[in-house]
Antibody, heavy 114, light 112 residues
């Protein structure tokens, strides 16, 4: 069974940093692209970042480019999202996803507020 | 950016009835590899989104055949027949052809 478990969320002040983790199980992690998608409270879905299966290439929308960094540790079956210079508009539930995306984690809440 | 326009924004349906949701993209979603990366998701209240349809018309594992996807180019449709209580929630279309990846605004399916 594919499982994606996100951790690392919480309350953070504007301008500070936070790092999310996603531990994957139930599949061969290094065979798949992975991504992060977020959802602001009561709003729709927004793609945040993607990384190739090797980790050699990464992709971001303009809204987070230069502030967020996606990475992965294939030996540890773990995906990361380093978020710097956080803004109030980054407040959202962040989902770890596999592939298409075909599978989604349960999500982790990030609140950016003073 | 590719804009994904979903209509309607909300939908009221009777149990056992059928309905459809439209998703239109501002650019063709045909990838250079020949595939069309148009997906449909359902987000039930309090849950993560779940994949229903991938690449326009392929039902994901475990998705009942009451759900069907169709379309091409820039115009796509999700049809739901014999609506059941567990079908209620918000439906999203998504394009994985162009960067940045983009979602439709969502269609809320409610009971009449």
């Amino acid at each position: 069974e594919v499982q994606l478990v996100e951790t690392g969320g919480g309350l953070v002040q504007p301008g500070r940093s936070l790092k999310l983790s996603c531990v994957a199980s139930g599949f061969t992690f290094n065979n798949y692209w992975m991504s992060w998608t977020r959802q602001a409270p009561g709003k729709g879905l927004e793609w945040v970042a993607s990384i190739t299966n090797s980790g050699g290439s990464t992709y971001y929308p303009d809204s987070v480019k230069g502030r967020f960094t996606i990475s992965r540790d294939n030996a540890q079956n773990t995906l990361y999202l380093q978020m710097n210079s956080l803004r109030s508009e980054d407040t959202a539930t962040y989902y770890c996803t596999r592939g298409g995306p075909h599978y989604w984690g349960q999500g982790v809440m990030v609140t950016v507020s003073s | 950016d590719v804009v994904m326009t979903q209509t309607p924004v909300s939908l009221s349906v009777s149990l056992g009835g059928q309905t459809s949701i439209s998703c239109r993209s501002s650019q063709s979603l045909v990838h250079s590899d020949g595939n069309t990366y148009l997906y449909w998701y359902l987000q039930k209240p309090g849950q993560s989104p779940q994949l229903l349809i991938y690449k326009v018309s392929n039902r994901f594992s475990g998705v009942p055949d009451r759900f069907s996807g169709s379309g091409s180019g820039t115009d796509f449709t999700l049809k739901i027949s014999r609506v059941e209580p567990e079908d209620l929630g918000v439906y999203y279309c998504y394009q994985g052809t162009h960067y940045p990846r983009t979602f439709g605004g969502g269609t809320k399916l409610e009971l009449k």
